[in-house]
């Protein structure tokens, strides 16, 4: 019997009820498609390395919630499943068997995504995800139907066929409580990791990031009571947590009374894992309960610090202020709470040598783990509109949409000199050498982070030259060209 939560009770009608009036199980073959950037899918030879270095770090991050969300959604309403995971597989349509093919989408998957979907022309092919749900027309192009949003809702008539709207745009569930927990059984091996969405969407409106353009402006949430019913089961069926992953929420404290009675029964039901990590607002260092909740339970709270220059945090409309964050920081510390940093380079007050303050402080602040990412102008994005009104972008190839390219002209350097200033940190400061900061040595899980990190830069670290090469070379053309033609050099600052 198909879940009631899909659908409310007046909703209900119509052939696809049996003669008790439930809804019939939907018994379709689907195929769920997880696409990787093709920056990453060129590396797949790498992926006997990766692979066995994501079982070392314990992590699943290379099927993400989403998928196995939506496995989740798909196995309830009686269809088969399986998933398919392009970083670690080549997609043959000749070794897929089912009919359905969805394949869901993040703004650098997304010409990937295109490109299997041509694969399936002889199956029904549906995309969905971010980046669908910000360009639908886009997608389109390369599916028989797009989903805009969070597909809860619609799933059954999608799949069943009964709604055949090209573009399909309903509202998301007002009750996540209703919407079922994962199931981890689509992974090969048990879950090392479980990684939970407790809540959706964000009151604030960060001019670099799309969540309250997707999941909206209003806080959503799950109860506490569900919430630690999802962990109650997992330890029934898999045994002792050992670690939580709340980073699929934007911002788990956003509600604090809400996370605080999460946090006080997982203690009183004895789920105290090795380590939790999740996203908060820098504003959390100021509740002394939640610190205390946190401290308990071996928190590593990840924190969006993006800069620590007051303009370039007005200019991200980030509502936050750069002279808490030290305080925030040592807070943190003082209750054994472990901070990731993460920090943006590219706003227009930015220069080449924002990189060296950032990396002072970082040794300053002695901060546990941290990342650095190049401002991006994602699609749905204010940054994206100002910048297009501005006519600063020049990269429109979606493959290099994913933090680490620099795809528009900046303010106070050329893109070129952005593009190898940030290459060369990231060689330097996530050297193999640093891992032998003897902050690392005793903390095993940063260490790991910080080895995966290194690696990962290694292997990259030639296509990013690359493209650094590219932007060098475009320069030079542009500076011959304007000089000949005198028109305006897009990649001098
Ligand atoms: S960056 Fe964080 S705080 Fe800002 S809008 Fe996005 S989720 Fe919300």
């Given at each position: 019997m198909v879940p009631h939560f899909y659908r409310k009770k007046h909703e209900r009608k119509g052939n696809n009820m049996d003669s008790k009036g439930a809804e019939k199980p939907i018994t379709k073959k689907v195929a769920i498609i997880q696409p990787f950037a093709n920056t990453y899918v060129s590396h797949r030879k790498f992926s006997n390395l990766i692979t066995p270095l994501k079982a070392f770090t314990g992590s699943n991050i290379f099927v993400s919630t989403t998928t196995l969300h939506l496995a989740t959604l798909l196995k309830k309403i009686g269809c088969q499943v399986r998933i398919y995971n392009d970083i670690t597989e080549e997609i043959d349509p000749a070794h897929v068997s089912e009919d359905i093919v969805l394949i869901t989408i993040v703004t650098s998957s997304a010409r990937r995504g295109y490109e299997i979907a041509r694969l399936f022309r002889d199956r029904r092919v549906i995309i969905g995800g971010v980046h669908a749900s910000i360009l639908p027309h886009e997608a389109l192009h390369h599916a028989d139907q797009v989903v805009v949003g969070e597909c809860e809702r619609v799933l059954p008539d999608l799949i069943a066929g009964r709604n055949k709207e090209r573009i399909i745009d309903i509202k998301p569930p007002a009750d996540l409580d209703e919407v079922p927990h994962i199931d981890y059984s689509y992974l090969k091996v048990p879950p090392k990791i479980i990684s939970l969405q407790t809540s959706r969407g964000c009151p604030f409106n960060c001019s670099y990031c799309s969540v309250s353009r997707i999941f909206g402006r209003r806080y959503r949430f799950r109860s506490p009571g569900n919430v630690l019913s999802e962990l109650l089961n997992y330890r029934e069926k898999y045994g002792e947590i050992r670690k939580i992953d709340l980073r699929p929420d934007a911002d788990f404290t956003c509600n604090v009374e809400r996370a605080k009675e999460i946090l006080r029964r997982m203690i009183s039901e004895g789920i105290i894992p090795k380590s939790i990590v999740a996203n908060a607002r820098?504003?959390?260092?100021?509740d002394r309960e939640l610190l205390s909740l946190m401290s308990q339970l071996n928190f590593t709270i990840c924190i969006g610090i993006e800069s620590i220059n007051q303009n370039a945090l007005d200019e991200y409309n980030k509502k936050q202020r750069a002279k808490d964050i030290d305080e925030a920081i040592r807070v943190f510390h003082d209750h054994n709470i472990k901070v990731y940093g993460y920090f943006i380079f590219g706003a227009d007050c930015d220069e080449p040598g924002t990189l060296k303050q950032y990396a002072d402080f970082i040794n300053k602040s002695d901060l546990d783990i941290f990342t650095v990412t190049v401002l991006t102008p994602y699609p749905g994005t204010a940054l994206h509109n100002r910048l297009v009104s501005q006519r600063r972008i020049f990269e429109f190839n979606w493959d290099y949409y994913d933090s680490f390219h620099v795809t528009f002209k900046p303010a106070r350097m050329s893109a070129y000199e952005m593009q190898k200033v940030f290459n060369d940190f990231y060689l330097e400061t996530f050297s193999l050498k640093s891992c032998l900061r003897p902050k690392l040595l005793f903390d095993i899980d940063s260490l790991k982070n910080q080895l995966f990190i290194s690696l990962m830069t290694k292997i990259l670290n030639k296509s990013f030259r690359r493209y650094e090469e590219s932007l060098k070379i475009q320069a030079a053309e542009h500076k011959r060209l304007s000089w000949k033609l005198g028109s305006v050099d897009i990649h001098s600052s």
């Open positions: 820098l504003e959390a260092y100021k």
